[in-house]
Structure formats: C-alpha cells, structure tokens
T-cell receptor
Framework: TQLLEQSPQFLSIQEGENLTVYCNSS?????LQWYRQEPGEGPVLLVT?????EVKKLKRLTFQFGDARKDSSLHITAAQPGDTGLYLC????????????FGDGTTLTVKP | NAGVMQNPRHLVRRRGQEARLRCSPM?????VYWYRQLPEEGLKFMVY????????ESGMPKERFSAEFPKEGPSILRIQQVVRGDSAAYFC?????????????FGPGTRLLVL
C-alpha cells in the first residue's frame, strides 16, 4: 500500500501570511492530486500534477511535484480567510488496485 | 452536467438499525468509490465498484457492510446493525470509464450519526 504523509497536520495563521504544506511518500506516483475540503462538504479538486518537477499555479496557490514524483508541496501566498479548509493530497485511483490513497490532510485556519 | 449526488445528506440511526446511503455518479461515469472520513482526518478507502461489479472491497469491514452498483440506478452503501463507531461522513466519488488513472470527483457526502 502506498502511503502519503502530510505536514503539518494543523496550521493557524493570520491573514496575509504565506504558508507551505507538504505531502510526502516513499513511493513513486504517476500523478498527485490536491483537494480542498470545507466543513460539511466533499473534497473539491484543485489541481493534478503529473510531471516530475512540475509547478502549477492557481491564483495565489502554487503546487509543485518533486523531481522523483514522491512528494509534492502547496504554497499559498498572502493567505485569506477564504482559504480556510482541509487540504488533502491523493494518489490517482489506478495506483493501488483502484483505490485512491489519501493523506490525512492539513487543516488550515486563516484568521482575519 | 450535474455532479456526483449523494442522499441523504444527513442520516440519524439508532444502534441496530440499517443505514442505506445512495450515490449517483456524474453522467457518463461508470467507476464509483466509497470513502469514510472521521472528523479532522483524511478519507479512508472502502470499496471500488464498476457497473454490477465489485472491483476492490479491501477497505470495507467484513461484517455488516455491503455495497452495490447495479446496472440501473445509484450505487448503494448498506450498513446493517449500525453501531456508534459507524458514525462518520461517507463520501462517494466517480470517474469516467476506461482510463483508471482519471481523477475522481466527489459528492457532498452523507453524515451518519448513530445514537
């Protein structure tokens, strides 16, 4: 079973600060997905990274896939209260006999 | 194009009752996945189904839990004789046929509370 470890588990910052959350594994993934989940809702896909070393930007969010495709990071610039939520990284469904491997997530709170 | 739909959104059951959770995948999607989530935790895989077939149920408890995805109609996750430890959010996701590497799209979840 391929495991994904996310850090930190909890992060509480002030509006305007920058932050980085990490997703690490000892296994190689063909791609990684990042999701954001708000309380009471299902996860919403933010991005899929596919190529080792790839960097994708989504407004103030920057996603990076490690060169060896074993890790990924999410950097948020000038965080806003609307960024508050649970951030999850996941391997694709086909990686592990059909099931998607999820990290336990990083719970981000951005205070106004 | 409607997204993944789940109902009910909230379900309250007493110990020993049955819970039936429904999931309608996105139009054109034939792969369905069920996950369970406890508060402030990630999603734990339960079962992966294609139309009329269970592909992988390695994450599902051996007793009391079952899942189906019939040729017609939604996928059903059924929990018999519920216990308090079954209280959790249950999410369904779907992906298109053919390319197993496709990203999954999640429904809003069913929050089960067992009293």
């Amino acid at each position: 079973t391929q495991l994904l470890e996310q850090s930190p588990q909890f992060l509480s910052i002030q509006e305007g600060e920058n932050l980085t959350v990490y997703c690490n594994s000892s296994s190689v993934f063909s791609s990684l997905q990042w999701y954001r989940q708000e309380p009471g809702e299902g996860p919403v896909l933010l991005v899929t990274v596919v190529t080792g070393g790839e960097v994708k930007k989504l407004k103030r969010l920057t996603f990076q896939f490690g060169d060896a495709r074993k890790d990924s990071s999410l950097h948020i610039t000038a965080a806003q209260p609307g960024d508050t939520g649970l951030y999850l990284c996941a391997g694709p469904p086909g990686t592990n006999a059909g099931k998607s491997t999820f990290g336990d997530g990083t719970t981000l709170t951005v205070k106004p | 194009n409607a997204g993944v739909m789940q109902n009910p959104r909230h379900l309250v059951r007493r110990r020993g009752q049955e819970a039936r959770l429904r999931c309608s995948p996105m139009k054109g999607h034939s792969h369905v996945y069920w996950y369970r989530q406890l508060p402030e935790e990630g999603l734990k895989f339960m079962v992966y189904l294609q139309k009329e077939n269970i592909i992988d149920e390695s994450g599902m408890p051996k007793e009391r839990f079952s899942a189906e995805f019939p040729k017609e109609g939604p996928s059903i996750l059924r929990i018999q004789q519920v216990v308090r430890g079954d209280s959790a959010a249950y999410f369904c996701a779907s992906s298109p046929p053919g390319r197993i590497q496709e990203t999954q799209y999640f429904g809003p979840g069913t929050r089960l509370l067992v009293l």
